[in-house]
């Protein structure tokens, strides 16, 4: 059977295997090996370096691209390295739109590292497609976005970027780690490359820290892949195996991440000393519609505030039994966090506070623990 017959719950689990020839291993070996001998000079190998390229960095790319339905793929060392590797293929005098509401690592790269690369940037709203447009120069290059938003989940419309950008003849890139392969395919709406942080949800185990870069068209991969050589970004072999490892259990963790989130929304959602909640499968989220039409699922991530004259947020969390506090997310242990000092602490406080970010909003990061547990411990925390 062709790849593209394949669901994506066995595409997750053969692609990129079955390349022991020696002893027909069902796994994915490890190759370590830092080069690889050539047969005679001037005849180049497969593989010849490491940095270059791997046999289990390889596999672990193909799947990666069979999954989201790309051209080809780049395993590296961390999502961050990915960001940057999308940003790399801007010089300097170019000019990149990004959303205003995007995790703190990115908006810290966007807006303290790439200006002294000679890249100027201007964060928009990505919701209101007249400041997108406003925003374009004859210098712009590249429109940047997440969707959902972090932490805020905000939907963006992924056609009407596209469209935008067509139109002003830009590339399109976004970042699709909350959502996965499995719940969002932005290839299928023409956008040009799609980013991953694998630490989170393609890994989903909190063991490893990786990140990916697709591409859907041929055109941009020669210009990544050299820079993906030159700078020496590649994951190592080991990272690629485990991320390979916990890609295989993608799509029925990602089934369960999105029961158990629907589940404690609604608990938050009509419990008093709740303000406010985060997340598109409530019927009251702005962005509910849209995220029916563009999303195979709600996602296992969700924010929300609580009445601080009821229930202070430092209080709740330190309650919490079952929800460890940390940064991250994606993996199979639910997590809590504050963003305004931790995930987006990169940000300038009057940044988050223009993006809707305030001290006392909370995010979870729903695992696949039972859901009645995640109920109850968040229910005791709340007193």
Known sequence: MKKKD??????????????????????????PSSNFEFEKLGVE??????????PTRCALEENLAALEGGHQAWAVQTGMAAVTLVLLQLKS????????????????????????MGIEVTAVNMRDPGSIRAAIRPETKMIWFETPTNPLMNLVDIPAIVGIAREANLVTAVDNTFMSPILQSPFEYEVDIVMH?????????????????????????????????ATGMGCSPFDAWLILRGVKTLVPRMRIHCENAQRIAEFLDAHSKVMKVYYPGLSAHPGHELAKKQMRGMG????????????????????????????????????????????HDGMADDAKRAAGITPGVLRLSIGIEHPDDLVADIEQALG
């Open 300 to 343: 296992g991530m969700l924010s929300f505030e609580l009445d601080e004259s009821q229930c202070g947020f430092e209080r709740f969390v330190e309650r919490l039994r079952l929800f460890r506090i940390a940064v991250s997310l994606g993996g199979v242990e639910s997590l809590v966090e504050q963003p305004w000092s931790m995930s």
């Open 6 to 31: 394949l669901h994506p719950q066995t595409i997750a689990v053969h692609t990129g295997v079955y390349k022991d020839s020696t002893f027909n291993s069902i796994t994915t070996p490890i190759y």
């Open 45 to 54: 190998p497969p593989f010849d370096y490491t940095r270059s390229g791997n």
């Open 93 to 116: 005098g170019d000019h990149l739109i990004c959303g205003n509401e995007i995790y703190g690592g990115s908006w810290r790269l966007f807006h303290r590292i790439a200006p002294g």
């Open 197 to 229: 942080s694998t630490t989170k949800y393609i890994n989903g185990h909190s063991d490893v820290v990786g990140g990916a870069v697709i591409v859907r068209e041929p055109a941009l991969a020669g210009a990544i892949g050299y820079s993906v050589n």
